[in-house]
């Protein structure tokens, strides 16, 4: 029986890429999904064609019924067999220390923070609890994955709710890891730009996709391919991944959306 990943927010962008780098390595998909329920199904269907199963499941995450109701949901489908969840899916939001709103701080929290929380307890619960020998993939321990981003190991002030509620959970790697052990590892996963953000023209991201150390811009596939890496090892826990280029390496002021036209205007 093939092993289970849930992936949030699993239907767009990067999280496409890591529900189909994982079924090209042999797991059956969860994919759940807020609104977008057609571009879940066809995600399911372009799983169900690499040869594994698939499964498109909504869920609110900024609630906790909700949530609860998604992973139950899955659970009644995979059983022992969901093996690893990847928390992809995020609140990202612009403003400052300044003018940052409580009730969509708290909002950013709640997606970005709390619901890798649960769904990393749920998953420790659902293996330890049931008496049974845990169902492994390659002598793997389940495991978490979440997708963190470049910037809070190159911070800057913009987007600051967002980046607060990432720094938390960049926090909650190590955290996770010592408190779910041995049942549970629980890894990570830091990208950098990788896909049109926010207020960007194409002309800005052509530029910004490319400030990094390698000059160029980050393949998704390499995030997700890293992110079965993280699942698949078994010695991996507490590990924070990061697949951006370098460009964590090159600090700047501001978000390098915001910067780097400035930075490219004398250049080709």
Known sequence: MASWVLVTGGAHRLGREMSLAFARAGWSVACHYLRSAPAAQALCEEVRALGVSALAVPGELADEDSTRRMFDTVVAKTG??????VNNASLFEPDTGQDFQEELALAQLRVNLLAPMRL???????????????????????SVVHVLDQKVFNLNPDYFSYTVSKLALE??????????????????????????????????????????????????????????????????????????????????????????????????
């Not at 990393?120 to 389940?142: F, Q, S, T, Y």
Request: charge should be positive.
């Open 80 to 85: 022992l067999s969901l093996q690893c969840v």
């Open 120 to 142: 990393g307890k749920w998953l420790a619960v659902l293996h330890a609890g049931r008496g049974a020998p845990r169902h492994v993939r390659d002598g793997a321990a389940p």
């Open 171 to 268: 926090r909650l790697v190590s955290l996770q890891a010592q408190s779910l052990a041995p049942t549970l590892r629980v890894n990570a996963v830091a990208p950098g730009l990788m896909y049109l953000s926010g207020p960007q023209t194409p002309e800005n991201f052509a530029r910004a996709a490319s400030a990094n150390l390698l000059r160029q811009p980050i393949d998704p596939k390499d995030v997700a391919r890293s992110a079965v890496f993280l699942a698949s090892t078994p010695s991996i826990t507490g590990t924070t991944v990061r697949v951006d280029n370098g460009q964590h390496l090159v600090p700047l002021a501001r978000d390098v959306m915001f910067v780097v036209d400035e930075l490219f205007k004398d250049k080709p």
